[in-house]
């Protein structure tokens, strides 16, 4: 069956420090990988995604992900976290067969930033 | 260019009741995907339409939930005779019909059944 597991339900670290957000995936093929936040009572904003080609991938607010097909991992990393990144971050796939599909989401990992 | 709308934001219902959550997708997109978030979960998927087609409703409880895209008009997600468990946010997302092209999503809906 098709998942994506988040292994860190809380991760806290202090403004400024980096960060590293994991994600793994059990797929038959490599998927559609994408990162997504959500702050408290809010929708979802795309971070990032990947369909194919570099492994690294540059999104928005200064994050980025690599994909490693060898450890069937997506991981987000941002160098220098700010205040303003706390919030639920979600790990998300869907098959690559060429069609629009449904999402699977990981259990989300909630990020607390300290001054 | 509006985002993908949902209304209402919040909705109390007493259980049996019955509720209706509407989604209007960005302009352009002709995919539907409706999502639930239990408290403290992640999203699960529910139901995806196109206009007038439901394509995967593989996420859908088989009771007193049902899904809608007409020809005119928002997506339409009914849930009939409402329980507590039914609390939750439901997100609406839209994307074109093509791969490579990302799911945005709405604000959501806070369903609270008392």
């Known amino acids: 069956a098709q998942s994506v597991t988040q292994p860190d339900i809380h991760i806290t670290v202090s403004e400024g420090a980096s960060l590293e957000l994991r994600c793994n995936y059990s797929y038959g093929a490599t998927p559609y990988l994408f990162w997504y936040v959500q702050s408290p009572g809010q929708g979802l904003q795309l971070l990032l995604k990947y369909f194919s080609g570099d492994t690294l991938v540059q999104g928005i607010k200064g994050f980025e992900a690599e994909f490693k097909r060898s450890q069937s991992s997506f991981n987000l990393r941002k160098p220098s976290v700010h205040w303003s990144d706390a919030a639920e971050y979600f790990c998300a796939g869907r098959p690559n067969d060429g069609t629009a599909s449904k999402l699977t989401f990981g259990t989300g990992t909630r990020l607390q930033v300290t001054l | 260019n509006a985002g993908v709308m949902q209304n209402p934001r919040h909705l109390v219902r007493r259980r049996g009741q019955e509720a209706r959550l509407r989604c209007s997708p960005m302009k352009g997109h002709s995919h539907v995907y409706w999502y639930r978030q239990l408290p403290e979960e992640g999203l699960k998927f529910m139901v995806y339409l196109q206009k007038e087609n439901i394509i995967d409703e593989s996420g859908m409880p088989k009771e007193r939930f049902s899904a809608e895209f007409p020809k005119e008009g928002p997506s339409i997600l009914r849930i009939q005779q409402v329980v507590r468990g039914d609390s939750a946010a439901y997100f609406c997302?839209?994307?074109?019909?093509?791969?490579?092209?990302?799911?945005?999503f709405g604000p959501g809906t806070r369903l609270t059944v008392l």
């Open positions: 997302a839209s994307s074109t019909e093509y791969a490579y092209n990302e799911q945005f």
